[in-house]
């Protein structure tokens, strides 16, 4: 976790994923789905859930909906909500700017009437945060609603955790960056052939190596089977810890292996040790433009040659 002020209780930010067979789907119910899917990624990535590419673009602003039965709701959804819903599920919190960027080609019309349509149902909340300098960022996240239907509907893969509902709103700002991030590791890793992306966030990342840390019960504290269990999740232990990133995306290289790279989005509140326990933990560091320099000099005054990349 690298927020300023760290959690350590996950119980409020994780969703237990509810399972139900998989219903009976239309021909049209079956090709949005199909879209989800992860498969060799084109150029035109925008998340784990690839899309062809520009296909939002290409489709017509009056595509029809397909209805959904949800137990007692219906809900009519186009392809590219169905898609919008899976990314605000996978990221907790995604900034609209950069949706409308990477999910809808710029299309920012486009992506607002799809926002309405979803909204009007209820399936996701909207919230304008400020900013320095007084703007304003508008964050996009599911509701409790929105996280049940894609559950329900096996609209994502089934060991993945779907989460919704805004934290506070610092945090909120920052997790909702992270998806933008998220996009420049992503085209770099796919423009170098990997494929099959797969994202993890803090949240999840902390509940597996706590849940393998218990499994060692008096024996947890021993160095060499903690070190075990960071490697085995792509970590390390610095300083007596296993240090969680912020994202983890794991992928297929074209030599057909699995690898990781561990994603840290910082900001002016990290303190010093902060900062070098990231760096030595071996994360490709992000920050916002207007951060970068100070955070770079905090590394160079400990002697890290860690780079920091603006977002």
């Known amino acids: 976790m690298s927020r ?12 237990p994923r509810q ?3 998989e219903p009976s789907r239309t021909d049209e119910q079956e090709q949005a789905v199909s879209s989800l899917d992860r498969g060799s990624n084109p150029e035109g990535l925008s998340s784990p859930f690839h899309q062809r590419e520009n296909d939002t673009q290409h489709r017509p602003a009056d595509e029809p909906r397909t209805p959904y039965r949800d137990r007692e709701c219906t809900y009519a959804l186009r392809a590219s ?10 990221f907790r919190a995604v900034d609209a700017d950069a949706l409308a960027e990477f999910a809808y080609n710029g299309n920012h019309a486009r992506m607002e009437q799809d926002l309405k349509n979803l909204a009007r149902q209820s399936l996701i909340a909207r919230r304008n945060i400020e900013g320095p300098q007084t ?13 049940r239907f894609l559950s329900r509907q096996n609209l994502v893969p089934k ?3 779907i989460y919704h509902g805004f934290v506070k ?37 902390k509940k597996n190596v706590y849940r393998d840390l218990a499994k060692l019960g008096d024996d947890k504290g021993h160095p060499e089977r903690k070190s075990g269990i960071a490697q085995a999740h792509g970590l390390r232990v610095v300083n007596g810890r296993i240090t969680v990133p912020d994202l983890q995306v794991e992928y297929e290289t074209p030599e057909g292996d699995m690898a990781r ?18 760096a030595q933990a071996g994360f490709s560091l992000y920050a916002s433009s207007q951060d970068v320099d100070r955070l770079r000099r905090v590394l160079n005054d400990r002697e890290l040659t860690a780079e920091i990349l603006s977002i």
């Open 135 to 147: 703007d304003r960022t508008q964050i996009l996240t599911l509701t409790k609603a929105g996280q």
């Open 261 to 278: 790279v561990n994603i840290e989005l910082a900001t002016k509140h990290y303190r010093p040790r902060q900062m070098e326990a990231k």
């Open 4 to 15: 300023s002020g760290q959690r350590s209780d996950l119980g409020d930010h994780l969703d």
């Open 169 to 205: 709103p610092k945090e909120a700002r920052h997790d909702s960056s992270l998806y933008r991030v998220y996009q420049k590791v992503a085209r770099k890793i796919v423009r170098d052939g990997g494929k099959n992306l797969r994202v993890a966030l803090d949240f999840e990342l």
């Open 159 to 161: 060991n993945r955790p």
């Open 81 to 90: 909500e169905i898609r919008t819903l899976a990314e605000l599920g996978t």
């Open 19 to 21: 399972h139900s067979p």
